[in-house]
């Protein structure tokens, strides 16, 4: 018995010190491997200062963290940054990196920046997937039919957000914004719920500011439908400065 529990423990301890040497050992090539993977995929140019790796602190999820990362666009986007972040992670459930099922519990946002632009003729920064064309789209089909990406929450501190459409000459700009979105990103339709607060609302339409620098509180359930890209609101209470309203309508991009 003492020599069963003396091997336990040996087993156990080796599986520790691999999982506090992997990050270390490992780290440039992952980080590598994720940057060139990324611009392999990507109609945009991908950069990371620093990434981390951690399999303790949400033991079974893997947590990646990146530092500086940046996704900017080329061609007509060449000139625009898609996202900015000063700090990011993602966790991940460790066990399913080993299959075609990858399931993140949360993607977290620090001190981060979106651009999101759309021109005149309906060309939008953010479609930046590669296409797959003859054979290889076939294949990529049949690939991707396998691969599934389950994400569950997305928590945001200290964002900007700048959306901008000159197809409406529309524009929306959000500074301050702290808050969590959950619900299943990976159903077409899905339920999602916010909890958020933004320091400042600022909204254009044909450069007329219809909203300068308003503080916004949202605590709403909307349904999302991310084939027809149709947002529902299903419950909402939402304040601007001092005025309380409840939303109820839907938008569609």
Known sequence: ???????????????????????????GKIKDAVINTANEQLNAKVSIGDFGL??????????????DAIVSGVAEFEQDTLLQAKSASVTIDLFSLFGSNYNISKISLDNASVYAKVLADGKANWDIMKAEQGADAAAGEEESSAFNLSLKEISVK????????????????????????????????????T?????????FMDKIPYLSKVKGVAEAKLNANFDRMKFTFVDSNVKLNDLAASIDGSLAM
């Open 1 to 27: 018995m003492k020599k069963v529990l003396k091997i336990v423990g040996i087993v156990i301890l080796v599986i520790i010190l691999l999982m506090i040497a992997i990050p270390f050992l490992f780290k």
């Open 158 to 193: 200290d964002c900007s957000v700048i959306f901008q459409n000159d197809s409406t000459n529309m524009k929306l700009i959000l500074n301050g914004w702290n808050g969590e979105i959950s619900g299943d990103f990976s159903a077409s339709e899905t339920t999602l719920e």
């Open 54 to 67: 951690s399999l303790f602190s949400n033991f079974p999820n893997a947590t990646l963290s990146l530092d």
């Open 195 to 203: 909890s958020s607060t933004i320091d400042e609302i600022s909204f």
